[in-house]
């Protein structure tokens, strides 16, 4: 049986881990921010991307940066599950009546925490250079469909990182060193970075590739909550199911990879 | 009856086996790893087959690489055998690993400590892992805090700790759920002669709190000052098992150290 007692001691310590360690916090918690607010200073008045001149590159550029703040999720799990194994923590929580189960839902919450935290900051920068989602400034939307345009970008965001933990957990079966895990971490966290987030794959002609990468669903469900789309649209929902389809398979793979090594 | 039906039948039958006196029971335990590269299978354990009785101090001794750790491992549930079979706590280790974790505690070779962490933090949350009540986690571990004299440092951050400090509190972490069986793994390696001693005196109090004790080790005089019976291993294999005094006696000569070069024609300490 699942004991929550034991999900909110590893939560707790997770938590603990990544405000003691300044050089993850930094680059895991403001490096996101950090681009938003240079992005939105320099090109919020730059209309280069859009022929029609209707959106800024700063304003087509926002939901590929915040599902990015998501994306570096992958590194830091990989690299503290790595870290955990080096130092040989791993293999004494293994011993302990700890069940995987109990350890991957530990994770998904603790690492879950920090990019909710940065998609408020994130958003807060962006509205302060002058971003003005229509969901939310725009006059036609009810309260309610405000607040409802919150809660689905928050959804989006939560699945999203379950995907990248997920992702940082399968990392770190392939890693000894907590150094190798997050440069291997890249390799997950490049190809979303550049071809599914702030650099709209339509600009390269690699629009297609943006089926297979997680990112992509997030950063198109931002968007097009941002641009007001009715929640009506089915675009929303195929994309945040085909996100928590994804985010599923991917902990499939993560659990078994993380049983085969947790006892070989 | 198909083969797989048959070994699990028979796997069963040892199970009931067992003897309920004992709190281990190793039956011809093999476990090899794959060579690599072309390279032969690492014979890392090789037919093992020994005993420990309940309230028992049992040591593994042995030179590096003479399978003690990974016959640890298989009977913590880090690893799987190759063949054989192993009971601790009368379950069996491929099988019921969840009924054993309740009943052991580990103490590895590395400390295995949150650095970030208080000593008291680190305490706390493997208390909390074995869901013990809040109260006796802080109680419980405050007194084997003060019993290793770590207590004034147990709100410091462990990543202060020295090594020996470090060891020490690794130890009262692995004793925090009071284990029916505790697996101690090489507990005073890199420890300096006075925390060595500290340490056995400890363990030895142990000892009268019915805890059955698995210990390896390669300091001879740990072997001869703490456990009741010992086991000599030495690749993969146990090529001598009894009480200290009993294999003294039977091999004519002053302490385990020649027992061990009377049988292997090398020290114990080769290598290391």
Redesign the interface.
């Known amino acids: 049986m699942i ?1 929550p ?2 999900i909110l ?1 590893l939560v707790m ?1 997770e938590m ?2 990544q405000i ?2 300044p050089l993850v916090l930094v680059f895991t918690m403001f490096l996101a921010p950090a681009l938003i607010l240079i992005f939105g200073l320099v090109m919020s008045n730059n209309y280069g991307w859009d022929e029609t001149e209707t959106y800024s590159i700063f304003e087509i550029m926002l939901p590929g940066l915040l599902a990015y703040s998501g994306l570096l999720t992958i590194y830091d799990v990989a690299a503290g599950v790595a870290g955990e194994r080096e ?3 791993q ?8 069940t995987t189960a109990e350890y991957f839902l530990s994770q998904m919450i603790s690492y879950t925490i920090k990019p909710i935290i940065q998609l408020v900051i994130g958003l807060g920068i962006a509205v302060a250079v002058g971003y003005r989602p229509l969901i939310f400034f725009g006059s036609a939307y009810s309260l309610g469909s405000k607040f409802a345009g919150i809660l689905l970008v928050i959804v989006f965001m939560v699945i999203f990182t379950f995907c990248s933990v997920g992702l940082g957990l399968i990392t770190a079966n392939f890693a000894k060193t907590a150094g190798a895990a997050g440069g291997l971490a890249f390799i997950f966290i490049v190809p979303q970075q550049i071809f599914g987030s702030f650099i709209p794959p339509g600009f390269m002609g690699m629009e297609g590739l943006g089926w297979a990468l997680p990112s992509w669903y997030a950063t198109r469900g931002f968007g097009l909550i941002f641009a007001g789309t009715p929640f009506t649209d089915t675009e929303i929902w195929l994309r945040l199911g085909i996100l928590l389809a994804i985010s599923f398979a991917i902990y499939i793979i993560g659990i078994l990879l993380y049983e085969r090594k947790k ?2 | 009856m198909i083969d797989s039906e048959k070994n699990k039948v028979s796997k069963i039958e040892k199970i009931v086996d067992f003897n309920e006196n004992n709190a281990i029971e190793v039956k011809n335990l093999k476990k090899h790893f794959k060579g690599k590269r072309g390279m032969e299978d690492v014979k890392a354990v090789d037919g093992l087959s020994f005993h420990v009785e309940k309230g028992e101090v049992f040591s593994l001794l042995g030179t590096n690489g003479a399978g003690k750790t990974t016959t640890i491992n298989i009977l ?5 055998p190759t063949e054989g079979i192993a009971s601790v706590g009368g379950y069996n280790v491929e099988k019921e ?2 009924k054993i ?2 009943m ?3 103490c ?10 208080t000593g008291l933090g680190n305490i ?3 208390g ?4 013990m009540p809040k109260d006796k986690i802080v109680e419980r571990g405050e007194e084997l805090l003060k019993l290793l004299g770590l207590y004034d440092a147990r709100n410091r951050f462990t990543r202060g700790y020295s090594g020996g400090m470090k060891r020490q509190l690794s130890l009262i972490i692995s004793l925090i759920n009071e284990p029916d069986i505790l697996f101690l793994d090489e507990p005073t390696v890199g420890l300096d002669p006075r925390n060595r001693r500290k340490v056995w005196d400890f363990l030895k109090s142990q000892k009268d709190q019915k805890h059955t004790i698995i210990l390896t080790t390669h300091y001879i005089e740990e072997a001869e000052a703490l456990c009741d019976r010992v086991a000599i291993m030495d690749y993969g294999e146990i090529i001598a098992i009894g009480s200290p005094q009993e294999l003294i006696a039977e091999h004519q000569v002053k302490n385990l150290e020649e027992v061990f070069m009377k049988i292997t024609g090398r020290s114990i300490l080769e290598g290391i």
């Open positions: 004991q007692r034991r001691t310590m603990t881990r003691m360690d130092s040989g923590i293999k004494r929580i293994n011993t302990t009546p700890l006892r070989r | 913590t549930g880090v690893l799987l690993m969840k974790k309740e052991i505690s580990v590895p070779q590395e400390p295995a400590l949150y650095k970030f962490l706390k949350f493997f909390n892992m074995y869901m």
